[in-house]
């Protein structure tokens, strides 16, 4: 019987297993998820800013709420 060795642990046709799903996964393209959160982002930014401006409307004159 031969002495086992750190290295040959897993069998030869182990080395050519097919890659796992999570392997796969970071293949895909998620640019425009991205770009999509971006744009949520920036609605939801700008609607704090209008929410912002209506608090502020009954400061200023009518004309330079809607000019602003």
């Not at 998620?30 to 930014?45: G, K, M």
Request: proline share 6%; hydrophobic share 45%; charged share 35%.
């Amino acid at each position: 019987m031969k002495p086992i060795k750190a290295g040959d642990t897993a069998p030869d046709d182990a080395a050519a297993a097919p890659p796992s799903f999570l392997d796969s996964l970071k293949t895909i393209d998620v640019s425009s998820l991205d770009r999509l959160i971006e744009i949520r982002q920036e609605a939801a930014r700008i609607a704090e800013y209008r929410a912002k401006a209506d608090e502020k409307k009954k400061d200023v004159a009518e004309a330079v709420y809607a000019r602003v």
